[in-house]
C-alpha cells in the first residue's frame, strides 16, 4: 500500500503569515496533485507535478515535487482569509499492478485569520 | 456540462440494510472511483476502475461491491450497512493517470 503522510494536520495563522504542509510517503509516485476541498464540496485540482524537482507557482502558492518524487511541498506566501480550507495531496501510483490509483493524503485543515 | 452526477445526495439506513450509490460521468474519462471521507480525515480510496472493464480494490474495499456498468457509470453497493460505514462518500473520474480528478458534490450517509 502506498501512504501518504501529510503534515500538519491543522494549520491556524494570522493574515499575512507564510505556512508550508508538507506530504511524503516511501514509495515512488509518478505524479502528485494538490487539491483544495471547501466545506459540503468535492476537491478541486489546484496543480499537478509530474518531474522530479518540479516547481510551480500558482499566485501565491508555490507546489514543489521532490527529487525521488516520494515527496511535495504546498507553501502558500502572505496567507489570507480567502485561503481557509482543506488541502489535500494526491498521488499516482508509479505503474505495475496498480495503474490508475488515486491515493490521498489525510488532509490540512487551514484556517487564516483576519 | 454536468461533470460528475452521484446519486443520492442524502441516505440514511438501518444497520442491515442495503443500497446502491450511482455515479456517473459525462466527459467520456476512463477512470473512475469511489472514496469515503470522514470528519477529520482525508479521503480514502474504496475501490476504483482503470478502465471500462476492470474494478480493483482499495485501501477499505470490506463490506463493500463495486460495478463499472459502463464507461460513463461506476456504482458503489452496501449489501449489509453498519454503522461504521457512516460517512461522506465521493465518486471522481479521471481521464486517465496524471490528470484530474473531477468530484461529484457528495453523498452523506447515516447508517443508525
Known amino acids: 500500500t502506498q501512504l501518504l503522510e501529510q503534515s500538519p494536520q491543522f494549520l491556524s495563522i494570522q493574515e499575512g503569515e507564510n505556512l508550508t504542509v508538507y506530504c511524503n510517503s516511501s514509495?515512488?509516485?509518478?505524479?502528485l496533485q494538490w487539491y483544495r476541498q471547501e466545506p459540503g464540496e468535492g476537491p478541486v485540482l489546484l496543480v499537478t507535478v509530474v518531474t522530479g524537482g518540479e516547481v510551480k507557482k500558482l499566485k501565491r502558492l508555490t507546489f514543489q515535487f521532490g527529487d525521488a518524487r516520494k515527496d511535495s511541498s504546498l507553501h502558500i506566501t502572505a496567507a489570507q482569509p480567502g485561503d481557509t480550507g482543506l488541502y489535500l495531496c494526491a498521488g499516482y501510483n508509479a505503474g505495475g499492478t496498480s495503474y490508475g490509483k488515486l491515493t490521498f493524503g489525510q488532509g490540512t485543515i487551514l484556517t487564516v485569520h483576519p | 456540462n454536468a461533470g460528475v452526477t452521484q446519486t443520492p445526495k442524502f441516505q440514511v439506513l438501518k444497520t442491515g440494510q442495503s443500497m446502491t450509490l450511482q455515479c456517473a460521468q459525462d466527459?467520456?474519462?476512463?477512470?473512475m472511483y469511489w472514496y469515503r471521507q470522514d470528519p477529520g480525515m482525508g479521503l480514502r480510496l474504496i475501490y476504483y476502475?482503470?478502465?471500462?472493464?476492470?474494478?480493483d480494490k482499495g485501501e477499505v474495499p470490506n463490506g463493500y461491491n463495486v460495478s463499472r456498468l459502463n464507461k460513463r457509470e461506476f456504482s458503489l453497493r452496501l449489501e449489509s450497512a453498519a454503522p461504521s460505514q457512516t460517512s461522506v462518500y465521493f465518486c471522481a473520474s479521471s481521464e486517465v493517470q496524471y490528470t484530474e480528478a473531477f468530484f461529484g458534490q457528495g453523498t452523506r450517509l447515516t447508517v443508525v
Open positions: 476502475s482503470a478502465s471500462e472493464g476492470t474494478t
Open positions: 514509495s515512488v509516485f509518478s505524479s
Open positions: 466527459m467520456n474519462h476512463n477512470s
